[in-house]
């Protein structure tokens, strides 16, 4: 047997859409000063923007842990393109706004950048949490392995603003399987002493034993023309992520598709030994 | 000896297992069984194991619901869905793959005459982040003696395109198998399990 070939790379193992937010409608009281309204009007379609300024989208809604939800959407029409990602944790009323951006940057257009804004849900009694969603240091020197099915991709957290990538042997023979020219592609390997793949990261707690982590491949944008910014909300209790990749392909392609993957703790001193390429510090 | 899948999967609960949260889709509705029994969803524990179905465990009892497109439930028993099973399905018999509900502890899995064999997959899951098809990383040593091969009694049934149920009739576990995503969902001793399927990572 093989695998749906009509899914995405990174998205066989995502798990089922969530729909139980359907019919539910919140108040996000966010830091940047302006409450956005966010209606789950059917199963796919939301409301969300300012008073009076409130668009739909079709939206992708997953869920991670007990009420906390990740939901991604995007006008198809707009350009630049702008993807929101809303990160509802319904445990602490607190919500999370991320912001990717691409054909914005006038010398590489196909590199994405992402900005972040914090806030709280409105509570039925009108207050709001004085708490936010935070940036940590927690996974700082740690390293997970992530099986997206037919890709596996070990992300080491460097710094509190870097990552960089490995790859396992398992998850290179499972990467060349069937598409051994892969073989020959540099952002499989990264294998000699002197060569690491760096990029920006942001890691933000979103509460115990989980975690939104947003990469960026900005590296790659100015090498190649084009790049993700890639964004999962994980979980560590049960070693399992959701999310999506935002951004664009060599061949011209957008994608802003939503992905699953199961993790593995992954040693990844060597990786973490070796001198930055590009950023000094 | 491990006799249940619960226990081989999760090394005798030394593993973490993959998990995922329990979905509230399901609280306040009610369909019938095809019996005609009743069934009213609470707060019971339930896990997504597609856009439209479900594994529920109602108080014990394994069921398996499916949104139907005008919105009402199929339910089934899993056990009694599968009691009558057998022999395995043609696409599972003689199926040899390897599965995982545990992060790091992959299982070689053969689907042979009525039964799951288990075993410790020989292949390590972590290695040096150096490793290259040029440098193959040597194997970590083992912490422990890996556990020795199980064969569970195994009746399966086909559910849909590639969707299966599996009942382990010793024990009880069920679990349901998507094979066109390769993944794994159930409930097994009171927790959301969830786990995938691979073919062995051989060219």
């Given at each position: 047997?093989?695998?749906?070939?009509?899914?995405?790379m990174?998205?066989?193992?995502?798990?089922?859409?969530?729909?139980?937010?359907?019919?539910?409608?919140?108040?996000?009281?966010?830091?940047?000063?302006?409450?956005?309204?966010?209606?789950?009007?059917?199963?796919?379609?939301?409301?969300?923007g300012?008073?009076?300024?409130?668009?739909?989208?079709?939206?992708?809604?997953?869920?991670?842990a007990?009420?906390?939800?990740f939901?991604?959407?995007?006008?198809?029409?707009?350009?630049?393109?702008?993807?929101?990602?809303?990160?509802?944790?319904?445990?602490?009323?607190?919500?999370t706004?991320?912001?990717?951006?691409?054909?914005?940057?006038?010398?590489?257009?196909?590199?994405?950048?992402?900005?972040?804004?914090?806030?709280?849900?409105?509570?039925?009694?009108?207050?709001v949490?004085a708490?936010?969603?935070?940036?940590?240091?927690?996974?700082?020197?740690?390293?997970?392995?992530?099986?997206?099915?037919?890709?596996?991709?070990?992300?080491?957290?460097?710094?509190?603003?870097?990552?960089?990538?490995?790859?396992?042997?398992?998850?290179?023979?499972?990467?060349?399987?069937?598409?051994?020219?892969?073989?020959?592609?540099?952002?499989?390997?990264?294998?000699a002493?002197?060569?690491?793949?760096?990029?920006?990261?942001?890691p933000?707690?979103?509460?115990?034993?989980?975690?939104?982590?947003?990469?960026?491949?900005?590296?790659?944008?100015?090498?190649t023309?084009?790049?993700?910014?890639?964004?999962?909300?994980?979980?560590?209790d049960?070693?399992?992520?959701?999310?999506?990749?935002?951004?664009?392909?060599?061949?011209?392609?957008?994608?802003?598709?939503?992905?699953?993957?199961?993790?593995?703790?992954?040693?990844?001193?060597?990786?973490?030994?070796?001198?930055?390429?590009?950023?000094?510090? | 000896?491990?006799?249940?899948?619960?226990?081989?999967?999760?090394?005798?609960?030394?593993?973490?297992?993959?998990?995922?949260?329990?979905?509230?889709?399901?609280?306040?509705?009610?369909?019938?069984?095809?019996?005609?029994?009743?069934?009213?969803?609470?707060?019971?524990?339930?896990?997504?194991?597609?856009?439209?179905?479900?594994?529920?465990?109602?108080?014990?009892?394994?069921?398996?619901?499916?949104?139907?497109?005008?919105?009402?439930?199929?339910?089934?028993?899993?056990?009694?869905?599968?009691?009558?099973?057998?022999?395995?399905?043609?696409?599972?018999?003689?199926?040899?793959?390897?599965?995982?509900?545990?992060?790091?502890?992959?299982?070689?899995?053969?689907?042979?005459?009525?039964?799951?064999?288990?075993?410790?997959?020989?292949?390590?899951?972590?290695?040096?982040?150096?490793?290259?098809?040029?440098?193959?990383?040597?194997?970590?040593?083992?912490?422990?003696?890996?556990?020795?091969?199980?064969?569970?009694?195994?009746?399966a049934?086909?559910?849909?395109?590639?969707?299966f149920?599996?009942?382990?009739?010793?024990?009880?576990?069920?679990?349901?198998?998507?094979?066109?995503?390769?993944?794994?969902?159930?409930?097994?001793?009171?927790?959301?399990?969830?786990?995938?399927?691979?073919?062995?990572?051989?060219?």
């Open positions: 047997m093989q695998p749906n070939q009509s899914t995405g990174l998205s066989v193992f995502r798990p089922p859409l969530c729909f139980e937010l359907t019919g539910r409608q919140f108040t996000l009281v966010f830091d940047d000063g302006y409450d956005r309204t966010l209606v789950f009007k059917d199963r796919k379609k939301i409301s969300f300012t008073a009076g300024e409130e668009k739909e989208y079709d939206c992708d809604c997953l869920k991670i007990d009420r906390c939800y939901v991604n959407f995007e006008d198809p029409t707009l350009r630049p393109r702008l993807g929101i990602t809303l990160v509802l944790d319904l445990v602490q009323d607190l919500v706004m991320a912001l990717a951006h691409l054909y914005v940057n006038p010398k590489f257009p196909g590199m994405p950048s992402i900005d972040y804004v914090f806030g709280g849900i409105m509570r039925e009694d009108g207050t949490p708490a936010r969603h935070g940036y940590t240091t927690d996974l700082v020197g740690k390293s997970i392995s992530w099986n997206y099915g037919r890709f596996d991709i070990a992300h080491v957290y460097a710094t509190e603003h870097y990552y960089r990538v490995a790859f396992t042997a398992r998850g290179l023979a499972r990467a060349y399987r069937g598409r051994p020219e892969l073989r020959q592609s540099q952002n499989m390997r990264y294998t002493p002197e060569d690491v793949y760096e990029d920006y990261f942001s933000i707690k979103i509460r115990d034993r989980i975690y939104l982590v947003g990469l960026l491949e900005t590296v790659k944008a100015q090498k023309g084009h790049g993700n910014s890639v964004l999962v909300l994980m979980n560590l049960g070693m399992h992520d959701v999310g999506r990749s935002f951004g664009s392909n060599s061949e011209g392609g957008n994608g802003n598709n939503t992905l699953g993957a199961f993790g593995v703790w992954h040693d990844a001193s060597d990786v973490l030994a070796k001198k930055s390429s590009l950023f000094i510090r | 000896m491990v006799k249940n899948l619960f226990d081989y999967v999760s090394d005798g609960g030394r593993n973490l297992l993959f998990g995922l949260p329990s979905t509230e889709e399901l609280v306040g509705r009610s369909a019938f069984l095809p019996d005609g029994t009743e069934v009213r969803f609470g707060d019971e524990l339930a896990v997504k194991c597609d856009d439209d179905l479900f594994l529920i465990d109602m108080a014990g009892k394994i069921l398996l619901a499916e949104e139907l497109p005008d919105g009402s439930l199929k339910v089934l028993d899993t056990e009694k869905t599968t009691a009558g099973a057998s022999a395995l399905p043609e696409a599972l018999e003689g199926w040899e793959s390897e599965l995982s509900f545990a992060s790091g502890y992959i299982l070689t899995a053969v689907f042979e005459d009525g039964t799951l064999t288990l075993s410790p997959s020989p292949e390590p899951v972590v290695s040096s982040p150096f490793a290259s098809d040029d440098e193959p990383a040597p194997p970590e040593a083992p912490e422990a003696p890996a556990a020795p091969p199980v064969t569970l009694s195994l009746q049934v086909e559910t849909g395109e590639k969707r149920l599996l009942r382990f009739p010793e024990t009880g576990e069920t679990v349901f198998l998507d094979a066109r995503r390769f993944l794994l969902y159930g409930i097994l001793r009171g927790r959301i399990v969830a786990g995938f399927v691979e073919l062995p990572p051989k060219e």
